[in-house]
């Protein structure tokens, strides 16, 4: 049912969706794929990563992995 509200300010959307008003189903769908090597996502004041020889292995033989098409 629909309301009488006041104003309406919005000051930023990321990767979202804005809906007001009347809504049946709201299913905002997106993929990410990232590859990151060891100690890569270390964050901080002060950190000491010791790692050695790294490699990370980025070939991918399935090419899909999520596919979006059939999540509709």
Known sequence: MPAIIGSLQI????GGIV???????IAPKSTEKSNSGSGSGNVGGFVMTNNGISATNTLDRDLFDQPMTANN
């Open 11 to 14: 000051n930023n959307v990321a």
């Open 19 to 25: 809906s007001y008003g009347d809504t049946l189903n």
